[in-house]
Each structure stands twice: as C-alpha cells, then as structure tokens.
C-alpha cells in the first residue's frame, strides 16, 4: 500500500494503534481510538502498522512516498 500524507485505518473497533519504521522504532501512536494518521512529518520509507481491535491484533505494512 502507497500513501502520501495520511494514514486511514479501516479496522471496525480500534482500540489503539502504532506505526513503526522498517528498524523497529515507534513512530506513531494512538491509544485513544484514532483511525486516520498524518505522515507528513516522517520520511519516505517502509513502516509497519499495529491495530489493537476486540479480535486481537491486526498488521500491515504500508510505503510512504
């Protein structure tokens, strides 16, 4: 998935969310339920999103451009 300057997470009950860079460091977070993320601020690369839903854990990955 490419994205350019927002992030939308489109799993139904988000709980809480984190985005890490392809080196593991936590780059993004949300624990209050936010779905939509704005990217501008970090660099292009590969980054691996974590969705806490009632079902458990939900990854992706996603390239920023």
């Keep these: 998935n490419r994205q350019t300057s927002h992030l939308t ?6 709980s809480r969310v984190e985005i890490f860079s392809i080196s593991g460091e936590k780059v993004l977070h949300s624990a209050n339920g936010a779905q939509v ?21 939900q990854q992706m990955k996603f390239f920023k451009e």
């Design 37 to 57: 993320f704005n990217l501008d601020m970090l660099p292009s690369g590969i980054y691996l999103v974590r969705a806490k839903t009632a079902e458990g854990m």
């Design 9 to 14: 997470v489109g799993c139904a009950a988000v």
